[in-house]
């Protein structure tokens, strides 16, 4: 039998699934936390993954890492790490994202340059800041990785004295902020100013099919992607699907033919990891705030989803505005969260509990309006991550979305992806294989809308109250 593995190095854990290669069947799986905060030490990220796949990776034939996107991870000339990497959601470089807009001529100029707009979470602020806040760093970097970069290097045996050329894919290059899709290439125009004037190297971008090398005991290792790309793999998403994805973050995004370029910055224009495109909006707060607003309550997520149950929709009018961590869609890097329409009849734990259900999915809701904006029809919204475990939030998703939910059976969709394309890379075959799909729930839009649409104006009433 012909194994594959895929690896999920999100922002919270590394997740290891080995499949068989032929039929995506699992057979085995691991898992291992990551060290909490918004900078974290590469080689914790190495460790998880070892620790992970500890007896998992003996005998697999190939294998694939998609990681979470847009940090920065700067090596020195010997390889060393200089500082610890920068995740996406480390929100310092927000006034080097509004730098870099204006030293472009605008958002048009960037949308037209790289499909997306610089914003807090992007590579190519956090080198801005880099080179700011940490000139003598930003002089020793001598290459510029993202995360699934930096484990594919370590995989082909990078770290130990040894520096292969280091290599990405066209999914993850195309959240850097300095690889153009639409082009295929990078912009070092960009990357020279958002440094300041430096020139680090940046990795080889290689094709969906393509081999980044072997590891040091012969296993061949595929090219990776990041982890929005990768669960769009392991989904076999198709046109006009659409997937929201509810985990750290929240992100809504569909496959499509042609890149995207939204001046407007709400929408990324991401490649994909079989050829295509994959417009994307990306939110930094989903699931967490479910799980904070428990706290709150002082219950645990199973009983906030019992009394969120019990609040009629809508909320009795109470409104959350879910920005905890401050927000990228709206950009908002310095927003914090907020109760809206509170009366004393409406002060009760299940009225702010639904709240929170309801918020959340009004703020994904939000991110699937602007995809329908840039074109993007959705034919079902397909939700998976944490969140998409709860029935209720499904049901809720159904009425604010206005289309069909549909609930994929539950899986390491990203991990999934990841051995899919170690497959593909080892079959040398013109197309990914072909992985059976399940779903376990289908939840049709309801017919009088009139309640969903409610519900989203009252949300809409609050954040402009707020924020214009």
């Known amino acids: 039998m012909t194994t594959v593995a895929g690896v999920d190095s999100s922002t919270q854990s590394c997740k290891v699934v080995v499949c068989d290669a032929d039929s995506g069947e699992i057979l085995g799986r691991g898992q291992a936390p990551h060290p909490e905060g918004t900078e974290v030490a590469p080689d914790a990220w190495w460790d998880a993954l070892c620790a992970a796949s500890a007896g998992l990776l003996d005998h697999v034939d190939a294998i694939a890492v998609a ?25 310092r470089s927000a006034g080097a994202a509004e730098e870099l807009i204006a030293d472009l001529g605008g958002p048009q100029a960037w949308a037209d340059a790289v499909g997306s707009v610089p914003v807090a979470a992007l590579t190519v602020a956090k080198l801005r800041w880099l080179a700011d806040h940490e000139p003598e760093l930003a002089d020793r970097t001598a290459h510029i990785l993202l995360p699934h970069d930096y484990l594919t290097w370590r995989l082909r045996g990078g770290g130990r004295g040894r520096i292969p050329a280091p290599t990405t894919d066209r999914g993850d290059a195309s959240g850097t902020g300095y690889w153009s899709p639409a082009f295929g290439r990078y912009r070092e125009d960009l990357l020279t100013l ?18 980044a090398g072997r590891t040091p005991s012969g296993t061949l290792v595929a090219a990776g992607t990041g982890d929005n790309a ?16 509810l985990g750290t973050s929240g992100t809504v995004f569909a496959r499509a033919g042609r890149p995207a370029a939204d001046p407007g910055g709400a929408v ?48 009795d009018g109470v409104v959350l505005l879910p920005y905890l961590a401050g927000e990228r869609t709206p950009n908002l890097p310095r927003a914090a969260g907020s109760l809206h329409g509170l009366r004393p009849e409406a002060m009760r ?61 539950p899986a390491e969709y990203v991990a999934l992806g990841a051995a899919r394309q170690a497959a593909w890379a080892l079959s040398g ?23 969903g649409r409610e519900i989203r104006a009252e949300y809409r009433r609050a954040r402009r109250a707020l924020y214009g």
């Open 194 to 211: 958002a440094s300041r004037g430096r020139r680090p190297a940046l990795p080889r971008v290689l094709g969906p099919d393509e081999s």
């Open 429 to 451: 075959a013109s197309r990914p294989p072909s992985w059976p799909a399940r779903s376990v729930a289908e939840i049709p839009a309801p017919a009088d809308a009139a309640t």
């Open 349 to 409: 734990p299940a009225t702010v509990a639904r709240a929170a259900f309801e918020g959340v999915l009004c703020h994904l809701a939000d991110a699937l309006d602007h995809l329908t904006g840039i074109g993007v029809t959705p034919r079902r919204v397909l939700l998976i991550g944490g969140g998409a475990r709860s029935r209720l939030i499904a049901l809720i998703a159904a009425q604010v979305f206005g289309v069909t939910v549909t609930i994929p059976e």
């Open 67 to 91: 990681g979470q996107q847009h940090g920065l991870v700067a090596l020195d000339a010997a390889g060393v790490p200089v500082r610890d990497a920068l995740l996406w959601n480390d929100v």
């Open 230 to 245: 990768g669960a769009a793999l392991g989904l076999g998403i198709a046109e006009g699907d659409v997937v929201a994805s």
């Open 268 to 315: 990324a224009g991401f490649a994909d990891a079989t050829g295509a495109f994959l417009p994307l909006v990306c939110t930094l707060n989903a699931a967490r705030v479910l799980t904070s607003t428990a706290d709150l309550l002082g219950v645990d997520l199973p009983t906030l989803e019992s009394l969120a149950a019990r609040a009629p929709a809508g909320a």
